[in-house]
């Protein structure tokens, strides 16, 4: 039997260990002090809080080796990429490193990117990225990439969850990863743009810092293109965290149960204390959905835009859910632009990972106005709408206090239109459009307003006459109602999933 020359194995290996050292280095001492001393994590450090302790496997890290002597050294290509454990589960990640040449994207870690978005399919698990750089790097040859990682991640949409976190400036294409994901977090100290101030400048003439110009005053509040804001990059990290946590790891399965906490059935009983049944009175109904869900179990996705809208995920008796629930606290729950947007895009993602989907509809239409008709309020309602009707997944409708006009509809309340459960408070006002208003504007007399009045106010036992509504509620049972919903909904994780294939045109 031959034994090797250990020693010729010796010089091998401690030449991929000073290798490995070097592709783990980053961008060196003075600019991993400084990104800390600005209280920010460097990427290692991000890929660590992301994934369960000791679980993250580095692929791709000798990327940019052959830099290692060049005049603009590039460990891993500016670009920490890998796999682990997530809450147990398995997932991806990229993870942009600042420190090396600003985080650019260089040829090698362009394909790095895609590589991700292929074993994400091809391994069906989640995708999270982590964004802090400059965009291509202007040193890059571009030798013929077909395709690329932008469209490896349209190619994926619908099939894993996919995350992205921004913790620093983000620009170019490696900010387009965003708008691409299901669910955008921005930290206090990020920014996202198609081109940085120098290049707006340049082209356009404007001078604009980053924070004006992509800031979360820009993102979060005004543009709607990231959902959440953080404070730092661990409250960032521990949000994507908890939001994956509600999903399966791919389209072909459903959601995770959770065993244990708060599961059973209990009557609501400040909720009678929290609404008023006279519509004109507003709560707000994050409230409620507290009082709702299992205990500390809710996740309110996209707070600061379309706040007259929430959309939150939690768990009712240890079933993930969606909610979509006027919020009677912001202009009395009038659908607006931002607030169906959201809804849209919220919904379709629930859609396509199987989540149920419970709507509470508290709202006096869609919102009005030279100001709403020139946002495009009729089309984004109708996207709405659309992505409510096109649901496949348990949908669980409550009628609250009010529902008029294109409101209920894009509330889920249409009758016979794929509804698991359709219930109503007593107390509710229905109709075109509220009484008051729309006599003033019908120029009705006194006998009619009154009939119509009458009418709108018993609307719950006109509808539930007719079957528009399975049942009349006791607002205390509210909880009760809907964990009964789920039971009439179990036979469906019994099937079969798959990814959800819509035809026809979006609005």
Known sequence: MMTSDLGRWE?????????QNFARAMGGGARLRRHGEAGKLNARERAAALFDDGSFVEIGALTGILSETSETPAPADGLIAGFGRINGRPALAGVEDFTVLGGSIGDAASDKRYRLTQLAAQERVPLVFMLEGAGHRLTNTHPGRSPNDLQGLAELSGQVPMVSLVHGASAGHGALTAPLSDFVVMTQAASMFAAGPPLVKGAIGEVVTKEELGGPQMHVLASGVAHNLADDDAAAIAMARQYLSY???????HPPLVRDGDLGRRRLDDILGLIDPDPRFPFDMRLLLAMLVDEGTLFEVQPKYGASLVTALGRLGGQSVAIVANNPAVGAGAIDAAAAQKAAHFMDVAGAFHLPVLFLTDNPGVMAGTAAERSGVLRHAARMFVAQHRLKVPKLHVTLRKAFGFG???MAMNPFDGQTISLSFPAIALGAMPAASGADAAGLDAATRARIAAEQAGGAYHLADKMGFDNVID???LRNALLDG????EGRRNRGSEPVRQAGITP
Not at 11 to 19: H, S, T, V
Not at 247 to 253: G, K, S, Y
């Open 247 to 253: 999903f399966p790891l791919n389209a072909w399965e």
């Open 475 to 477: 607002p205390r049972d």
């Open 11 to 19: 010089a091998i290996l401690g030449e991929l260990d000073r290798r």
């Open 486 to 489: 789920l039971i009439l909904a």
């Open 408 to 410: 209920s509809s894009i």
